[in-house]
């Protein structure tokens, strides 16, 4: 299918290759576009403008900063693959920040170690950043009053030649599902409108669905719109795959046919369309690309050079299955025909090479073996055949397309390379075959070809292995790291050493000073794999300078580090940052997530262990209160039980607070003590400060009387007022006297003369 053009003031790459004129002698462009790029220039890598701090930038190795919402996922992490793959070719370090310009405090997380930020997705705050003052490059959005280039995938001529294909096909019913809050998708939907408008289809606005995001669960919500109109449309187009893949599971559950019923058309051209059954009819393009040309961008206005603000595009091709009606195979893309005066076996291994790269040209003067070295062995292994050459062993063919899964693990493309080959019959060379039989060549070709499919078959297994043990070493590391994080001590989780089980190298953990200001994060734990010196915890530094140079590993331009500055963050709190640096970190950070998940985990265990904290303060609190209780209690009741002499005879034993065992006991001693110190006949227990007497209390107070009669002494009960007194009807006092008062029981003692 024919794409359409670039519009909305979008530069394709052939315009964007005329506005760069005389900027110099260009580097390629890696097979991203074609022609020139300003920026690229050789030689040409210092910052021109002035300052200090521009002259700092300039003194040291160059850092490309990315600032991404997300790192896993097949997108996010293809994307900052790209970046980083350009950025390592120019001898760049690449630091990528989880965050968006709208989290950004000014000064901004590593501010003054980057040469150029480059922004993925985010559109909120964008404009302060562009006031920075370093170089700006968006991806996948367009702000044009950030005043800065940016890179978008051909949306709209992706959508049109996904509609225009199911216009084909014979369907005028064709819906459209997606995420409106993201830019792409509406540019794909002013797309979609547009090319129903240009072939005289209206608009209906009951088959446009929305949803709340970009995944297969925004698929399902779409689909139960769909269902709500079933009968009503006969073709989809969605903005991405997930979407897409999301809703044919739906759709497929509630017995629609796909094709039969619903013809469908995604967009992104992910791993899974191609598995999915039926397969995904979709635009591929490559986000990888998306990445690769940010970073050249960039690396333009490092440069010095004048770029202009205006939008480049990444190419796209429609890449045609099942879901839409088509055959699979029959849909794989031909390609161009060859160009005059090129040599046929040279065309044809340019034709296999671009057939794996698509929707990525390969770049002019490129040959193809520098991007599959195997292409010249597979196609002397075909020429051997068709002519009764020297064999091509087996080994080498399955060598080379272990290389080509590596470019391209889509099967059909893989086959449809091996169809290119037939043309090489027509090559000067195969003059030989018409002198043999037609059969004996025929049966050497298919040897060989069964052979090529059986390497085919072979490395895509291979691939689809090394997959599963990839996905299981990261599923194994994912459990240890949350095993570690969530079952040991917090100060284990702070030291990093979890991060053994990681592909991580180094790493470093900043926890902001004042959560607050976020101005300077505190040192806590910094990790080497194989060990060697780290800094004892506690050094401050400012965010702007986060991770500190001295602390980061060695790094040249023939070896440029990936640093990635992850968030740390919990429900109650933001902890601070942890930067990691690992080569193959953004490899496995697939839709299964990988050091986001571990940066939250590791939040979750600070917040774990300052609750564990917490706990443990307040528990030393509630520990020495008691003890102080205790301490006070004792003293209360040495205080509570003192033995007054009154009057000849007479002793005083005023009780205050509450009455037990225990103090029993020391009241039973206490008298017994004081009528044996003084020959007291007489022990007035004052009970008028006792809160509550019952019967466990008047059962200890007989006790009190029966050991004070054994000295010859009796026991009088002091402040029992009249309630009182009506609870101890029914207890057993023995020979205990009662009274109201003091008073009254120094009027009954008190001899005549003392009254």
């Known amino acids: 299918m024919e794409n359409g053009g670039p519009s909305g003031g979008a530069r394709s790459p052939e315009q964007w290759s005329e506005a760069a004129g005389a900027a110099g002698q260009g580097l390629r462009s890696d097979g991203l576009i074609r022609g020139r790029l300003p920026g690229l220039a050789a030689g040409r890598l210092g910052l021109t403008s002035a300052g200090d701090a521009a002259a700092g930038r300039a003194a040291r190795q160059r850092t ?9 996922g097949f997108y996010f992490s293809t994307v900052l693959n790209g970046i980083h793959a350009a950025a390592r070719r120019r001898g760049h370090r690449t630091i990528v920040v989880r965050s968006t310009p709208a989290e950004l405090r000014a000064p901004s997380l590593a501010a003054d170690q980057v040469d150029a930020w480059i922004v993925v997705l985010g559109t909120e705050g964008i404009e302060r950043l562009a006031r920075v003052g370093v170089p700006l490059v968006t991806v996948s959005v367009h702000v044009p009053e950030a005043g800065c280039p940016s890179v978008l995938p051909d949306n709209r001529g992706g959508i049109r030649s996904a509609v225009l294909h199911l216009v084909e096909h014979g369907h005028r019913r064709i819906a459209f599902g997606g995420h409106f809050g993201e830019y792409d998708v509406r540019e794909r939907f002013a797309s979609y409108q547009a090319t129903l408008a240009e072939v005289g ?60 019923d619903v013809a469908v058309v995604g ?32 690396a333009a206005q490092l440069a010095g050079e004048a770029v202009p603000p205006d939008v480049v595009l990444t190419s796209n091709t429609l890449s045609v299955r099942s879901s839409c009606g088509c055959d699979a195979v029959a849909g794989v893309v031909g ?13 044809v291994a340019r034709r296999m090479v671009e057939l794996l790269l698509v929707p990525r040209p390969l770049p002019p003067g490129e040959p193809p073996a520098a991007v599959w070295p195997g292409v010249t062995r597979v196609i002397e292994g075909y020429v051997a055949a068709l002519e009764g050459g020297v064999r ?17 693990s889509d099967l059909a493309t893989l086959q449809a390379t091996l169809r290119l080959l037939g043309r090489l ?25 069964e052979r090529a499919r059986l390497a085919i078959s072979r490395a895509r297994l291979e691939a689809e292995r090394e997959s599963t043990r990839q996905l299981g070493l990261l599923v194994e590391t994912n459990h240890d790291v949350s095993l570690t994080l969530l079952g040991g001590d917090h100060r284990a989780a702070r030291s990093l050493t979890w991060l053994e089980v990681t592909p991580v190298v180094w790493s470093c953990l900043g926890l902001w000073e004042d959560p607050e200001s976020r101005a300077r994060l505190v040192i806590s734990g910094v990790y080497r794999r194989g060990g060697g010196p780290s800094p004892a915890p506690g050094g401050r530094c400012p965010q702007e300078v986060f991770p500190p140079a001295d602390l980061l590993p060695a790094s040249s331009p023939d070896d440029p580090l990936l640093v990635t500055l992850l968030p740390v963050r919990s429900f109650q709190r933001d902890w601070g940052v942890l930067a990691i640096v690992g080569s193959r970190f953004l490899e496995v950070a697939g839709d299964e997530g990988t050091a986001a998940m571990w940066a939250t985990l590791l939040g979750v265990a600070l917040e774990r262990g300052a609750l564990m904290d917490s706990l443990s303060a307040r528990h030393a609190d509630l520990q020495q209160a008691y003890e102080s209780e205790r301490a006070l209690s004792a003293t209360v009741r040495e205080l509570g039980c003192p033995v007054i002499p009154l009057l000849a005879g007479v002793l005083l034993v005023p009780l205050i607070g509450s009455l037990d065992g225990g103090r029993a006991q020391q009241v039973l001693e206490k008298v017994v ?22 019967a466990q209390v008047a059962h200890a107070l007989g006790q009190v ?34 009274y109201g008062t003091l008073a009254a029981a120094l009027a009954r003692l008190a001899p005549a003369e003392a009254r």
């Open 425 to 449: 019959r027509d090559r000067d060379g195969a003059r030989r075959v018409r002198q043999e039989s037609a059969d004996v060549v025929e049966a050497r070709v298919d040897v060989f070809l």
């Open 64 to 72: 490309i900063g990315v600032l991404s919402p997300f790192l896993d």
């Open 201 to 260: 289809i209206p608009l209906d606005p009951g088959l446009v669905f929305g949803c709340d995001n970009n995944w297969y669960s925004g698929g399902h919500a779409i689909a139960e719109g769909m269902l709500a109109r079933r009968g009503e449309l006969t073709a989809a187009v969605f903005a991405t795959d997930k979407n897409a893949l999301g809703a044919m599971m739906s759709l497929q559950a509630a017995g629609v046919r796909i094709p039969e």
């Open 705 to 738: 009387s029966r050991a004070a009669a054994l000295l010859g002494a009796r026991v009088a009960l002091v402040g029992v007022r009249p309630e009182l007194a009506m609870r101890l009807i029914d207890v057993d006092l023995g020979n205990l006297s009662t």
């Open 392 to 408: 091509v062993p087996s080994a080498e063919i399955d060598r080379a397309y272990r290389q080509a899964v590596g470019l391209n």
């Open 335 to 347: 390609g161009e025909d060859i160009a005059p005066g090129e040599e046929l076996g040279a065309a």
């Open 673 to 694: 003590e004081g009528v044996s110190r003084h020959a007291a006949t007489v022990v007035l227990l004052d009970i008028t400060a006792v809160p509550a007497v019952d």
């Open 267 to 298: 967009f992104d051209d992910i791993v899974e369309a191609q598995s999915f059954e039926p397969p995904l009819t979709t635009v591929r393009q490559s986000f990888e690309q998306l990445g690769r040309m940010a970073c050249d961008l960039a």
